[in-house]
């Protein structure tokens, strides 16, 4: 009797712990995006959060340009009136539109205003429809795109999950040439925040150009030590604030600094002989 209370005791203990464990998997699950076609209406989705499926029209006020792209402004329809108007002073070459539905009441469109040339972007956000308008509650670009010494500014990737946005970026900075780095927007108190301003990046490896001074933290005047020309670094980390990039260079012996990324007027190859621009 014993033996059969202890193994259903076990059993029932697995099942609780089991039974936690998909339920945390279901809230980290993550949400999958639907692209929204353009100059046609898109009648299979809720956005307003009222659940009847409402007709969502993203279309150009320009016509088509021949040689395939689409120029701006552009506008998003929902159930015949309009909801978004991209910035008439950006040159768009085309809108990209992604719906994200978390349940049934929770929706975002992801609007990205993309330049085209060199993967370049104008904005991408995240918005809501309330009280008749696609509302922005999360800027993922700006934060990003504020810094001197951003060039060539593109997401290649948007994770989502119920209180998380994980965005990958790539850019082009003055000092390093292209990076790519992962930066993490939390839903709390009802708005979408970023987390801190430092992020490790794809580690990339560098030469010396130069006598190159590094300091101890970003921003500050304390030196870590000072590369020499024909050295060699791995740079792993960003460091985005004060309207100003921070790159984190790494040592084979272990040793560490910090450097601003320079200005956009730096020829390459002017820090490091590996640096190539594109574009």
Same mark, same amino acid.
């Given at each position: 009797m014993k033996k059969t209370w202890y193994w259903k005791g076990l059993m029932a203990l697995f099942c609780l712990i089991a039974a936690g464990f998909t339920v945390r998997q279901a809230e980290a699950a993550e949400v999958k995006s639907v692209p929204i076609k353009l100059q046609?209406? $898109?009648?299979?989705?809720? $956005?307003?959060?009222?659940? %009847?499926?409402? $007709?969502?029209? $993203?279309?150009?006020?320009k016509p088509v340009n021949p040689d395939g792209y689409t120029e701006g402004p552009w506008v998003i329809t929902i159930n015949g009136k309009t909801a978004f108007r991209s910035n008439p002073k950006n040159y768009t070459e085309y809108l990209t539109v992604n719906l994200y539905r978390i349940d049934s009441r929770k929706s975002y469109l992801c609007i990205t205003d993309e330049l085209g040339a060199n993967n370049d972007i104008n904005e991408c956000a995240f918005y809501q429809y309330r009280d008749g308008k696609l509302k922005k509650v999360c800027d993922i670009l700006?934060?990003?795109?504020?810094? %001197?010494?951003?060039?060539?500014?593109?997401?290649?990737?948007? +994770?989502? +999950? %119920?209180? %998380?946005i994980q965005v990958k970026y790539s850019n082009q900075f003055c000092a390093t040439g292209g990076m790519y780095w992962t930066a993490v927007f939390r839903y709390s108190d009802g708005k979408w925040k970023l987390e801190g301003n430092t992020y490790a990046t794809r580690k990339k490896n560098l030469t010396a150009n130069r006598k190159i001074t590094l300091r101890k933290k970003p921003g500050g005047t304390e030196q870590a030590l000072v590369l020499k020309k024909g050295q060699k670094v791995q740079a792993t980390a960003i460091c985005l604030k004060n309207k100003k990039a921070y790159i984190k260079f790494v040592l084979p012996d272990g040793r560490k600094g910090w450097m601003k990324s320079g200005s956009r007027y730096d020829r390459q190859e002017y820090y490091f002989k590996d640096v190539i621009y594109a574009g």
């Open positions: 046609t209406d $898109v009648k299979s989705y809720d $956005v307003t959060g009222d659940g %009847k499926k409402d $007709v969502i029209r $993203v279309h150009s006020e700006t934060p990003m795109d504020r810094h %001197k010494s951003i060039l060539h500014i593109y997401i290649e990737k948007i +994770k989502l +999950k %119920k209180d %998380k």
